[in-house]
T-cell receptor, first 117, second 111 residues
Framework: GAVVSQHPSWVICKSGTSVKIECRSL??????MFWYRQFPKQSLMLMAT?????????EQGVEKDKFLINHASLTLSTLTVTSAHPEDSSFYIC?????????????FGDGTRLSIL | DAKTTQPPSMDCAEGRAANLPCNHS???????VYWYRQIHSQGPQYIIH???NNETNEMASLIITEDRKSSTLILPHATLRDTAVYYC????????????FGQGTTLQVKP
């Protein structure tokens, strides 16, 4: 089945640093990738949608200058949390889908747990 | 996208069938029903999806009512490893594909 790999799985860093998270589709070309955030005991919240070669579309309330998304190829998208602070600590999850505008399901990575000290 | 309603939690005995309901009374004609589950500290796992016909795969069966206003996910022989949060989501095939997650149903499979 479709596999999405996310790296790193866990990161701890100091307040003020920037953190990059990678999301790769391993056995298919992902025209669209999605980034979600999940706080403890809550559901997933969609942050942004990225299409290969174009700018990401952010959900309302998500700061695009804070969460930089790059989708430079059909198999890789990156999320950079810039100048991270403790309130950015969360579980970040990416997903990917092949052909756009179809009923194909998204497949998710295993998430990145980000802890900002 | 149509909203879904699921019970917050359910219990199921190991080896028995787990039937997870989902209401989506405002579903549109072009909206599919998707089921995902999330085991603790992992990313969501795709289970199954359908439009109007019942669907079955190696993981589960999806039963959609004739009026499409509700559906049921069936895990035929639940195991302890099926303990997870199950999400029912509807979305049209015509949009960008983004999934909006509700609170889901926490299924606890008990020995």
């Amino acid at each position: 089945g479709a596999v999405v790999s996310q790296h790193p799985s866990w990161v701890i860093c100091k307040s003020g640093t920037s953190v990059k998270i990678e999301c790769r589709s391993l056995d298919f070309q992902a025209t669209t990738m999605f980034w979600y955030r999940q706080f403890p005991k809550q559901s997933l919240m969609l942050m942004a949608t990225s299409n290969e070669g174009s700018k990401a579309t952010y959900e309302q309330g998500v700061e695009k200058d804070k969460f930089l998304i790059n989708h430079a190829s059909l198999t890789l998208s990156t999320l950079t949390v810039t100048s991270a602070h403790p309130e950015d600590s969360s579980f970040y999850i990416c997903s990917a889908r092949g052909r756009a505008y179809s009923n194909q399901p998204q497949h998710f990575g295993d998430g990145t747990r980000l802890s900002i000290l | 996208d149509a909203k879904t309603t699921q019970p917050p939690s359910m219990d199921c005995a190991e080896g028995r069938a787990a039937n997870l309901p989902c209401n989506h009374s405002t579903i549109s004609g072009n909206e599919y029903v998707y089921w995902y589950r999330q085991i603790h500290s992992q990313g969501p796992q795709y289970i199954i999806h359908g439009l109007k016909n019942n669907e079955t795969n190696e993981m589960a069966s999806l039963i959609i009512t004739e009026d499409r206003k509700s559906s049921t996910l069936i895990l035929p022989h639940a195991t302890l490893r099926d303990t997870a949060v199950y999400y029912c989501i509807v979305r049209p095939s015509s949009n960008t594909g983004k999934l909006i997650f509700g609170q889901g149903t926490t299924l606890q499979v008990k020995p």
